[in-house]
């Protein structure tokens, strides 16, 4: 059996976006031996994503700059967690290899994920969610000249559009589900935050309607139209694209993996990982930071990674100093959830015949009469497919009020080899 490395840290930062960054500049002074990894090629997270198509604002540079200038810092990028064989231990893999590392500390910066949820003709080739999109046209997917509808809910649509509209797409209707009051509210309480007033200008689009919901989408091979609720009259629009995203949920699997304990549900049933004042999680020597304790946006990531990375080395007086910024940008997050509550009618988007579970081909109508979760896996394949519910589950949780079960190894694709090695303990000791 292949011998599997053992290494060991001090602090271990899972999550290299802005709440993981800056947590990670924050303990280094501390002197600490900090490993940060992530999933992706580089550090940046969500909203600093790199790739053929993306320019990185100075910001992103700057943090990368920062964690590249301690030397007790080291980036582990393109790096998956994939169980938690012991207390004080995760398995990673990456490219090459698998591997156990251990740590005294750990600060969970996971993130968040798009809501996605299924309407007629989710499944066409050419739909995707508005922050898949992003992703895609960043890493290179070209869209120039392409007619595009956004539609779901919050300012990541805008954001979405803008990153379109900069790859030379043509953004036909932007489709904001929250109503006209909404999301005039919203705009009126954006001066106490003065950037994202700015930013909200700089993203202001003539095709941006409020009180508008998918119904469906049309095509054969690939998607053709879309029909629109709009302020209650429907409209179809041609186009060659559809982004639709309906908000954020925290990414809370390895924490609940490890036992942390998490809030209760949000006004669309998601939940995040709980944590106080000093962004302790319910266990001790666990932190948590950013979007995974509830979407927020990255100003409020930032400063609540710094609070973590501070308090996680001890460094109480530092921590504190930062609890004005972050309560700053917690004013901002309830008024965000306040503001694109997704409303009711949105629960009434898939059809009896709608994929709910697109990787195991579940109707609507097949899960209406289940209890649960564990009924809708055991008895109609739901969440059972490649995307081991991630999708699915989060649609179902919505849609029907469903918990979702306890995550269970692996959290992600593995290979072999490296499940061989956790199983073989042959350790190698490596610092
Ligand atoms: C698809 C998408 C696009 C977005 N685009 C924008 C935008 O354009 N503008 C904007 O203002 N906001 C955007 N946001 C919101 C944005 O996520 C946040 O404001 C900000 O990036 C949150 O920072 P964070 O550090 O909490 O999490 P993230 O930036 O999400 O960083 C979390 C990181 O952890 C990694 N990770 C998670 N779990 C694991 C694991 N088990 N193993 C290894 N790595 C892991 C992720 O890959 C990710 O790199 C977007 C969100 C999403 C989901």
Partial sequence: MTAMALEHCDLLIVGAGPAGMAAAVAAAPSGASIAVIDDNPAPGGQIWRDGPGASLPAAARKWREALERHANIRVCSGTRVVAVPARNELLLEDAERGWRMQWKKLILCTGARELLLPFPGWTLPGVTGAGGLQALIKAGLPVEGERIVIAGSGPLLLAA??????????????????????VAGFAASLPRWPGKAVQAMTLADPQYRTASRIVSAQGGAQVESVRLLQGGRGVEIDCDRIACGFGLTPNTQLGRMLGCALTPADENGAQALAVDARQATSLPDIHAAGECTGFGGSERALAQGTIAGYAAVGNERDAKQHEGERARWDAFAAQLHRSFALAPGIKQMPQPDTLVCRCEDVPFSALADCSGWTDAKLHRRCGMGACQGRVCGDAAQFLFGWTPPAPRPPLSPARIATLAGLAGHADVDRQ
């Avoid at 803008?162 to 009051?181: G, L, P, S, W």
């Fill in 161 to 182: 559009a803008a990153t379109a509209r900069a790859a030379d797409a043509k953004v036909v209707r932007i489709a904001e589900q929250a109503a006209f009051a909404a």
